[in-house]
């Protein structure tokens, strides 16, 4: 499996290591990228899917998702919200169904 392909999958990551892929191999070269040629091309059309992705991710996040839409942007409301399920789902595991009180037994 190729790791470096696979890092371009991870939103802001993938941005980061085409960055840094582009920095090395246009180290010698002008700084502006023409588009007449399909290398820059392609490489400003990672840039722009790249961008739109991450962008994506964190609207996501932010607003789609369990964010400001649903009124929980706070994260340590969330993270009190997914320790109280948490807790009520442990309590729930841990009833059981037959209990034996020795105190009244041995009196």
């Known amino acids: 499996m190729n790791w470096k392909k696979l890092l371009y999958y991870v939103p802001g ?8 892929k582009e920095y090395k191999t246009r180290k010698d070269q002008s700084p502006w990228y023409d588009i007449r040629e399909a290398k820059d091309r392609k490489a400003l059309r990672v840039y722009a899917i790249e961008t739109g992705y ?3 991710a964190i609207a996501w996040k932010v ?10 942007w706070n994260p340590i409301q969330q993270i009190r919200n ?17 209990t034996i009180h020795y105190e009244e037994l041995v009196k």
């Open 82 to 98: 997914y320790t109280e399920k948490r807790e009520r789902r442990l309590e729930k595991k841990n009833v059981l169904e037959k």
């Open 63 to 72: 607003w789609l998702g369990d964010g400001i839409a649903t009124k929980e």
């Open 13 to 20: 990551v993938g941005l980061a290591t085409h960055a840094i």
């Open 54 to 56: 991450l962008a994506f």
